[in-house]
């Protein structure tokens, strides 16, 4: 399901340091077709803010976040 969060995301808009190589390929997999699965919108949906060095592969750094909030 597409993530209703693109227009204001850094990361789909490409705003953020040190962009990963394979962007488009998970601009596809996150944004386009599993946004549960993004490790930003698991953050912004739990209310936290999203530092910026967070990309979508990050599960495990995203759930030690909100672990910690």
Known sequence: ???EKI???PFF???L???PSLTSVLKQRY???NKEACARYMLV???IE???TVFPQD???AKAIIATH
């Open 1 to 3: 399901m597409k993530c």
């Open 7 to 9: 227009e204001k995301c």
């Open 13 to 15: 808009n490409e705003k």
């Open 17 to 19: 340091a040190n962009m």
């Open 31 to 33: 944004c386009m077709e």
């Open 45 to 47: 949906t739990a209310g």
């Open 50 to 52: 999203v530092p910026p």
């Open 59 to 61: 599960v495990d750094r």
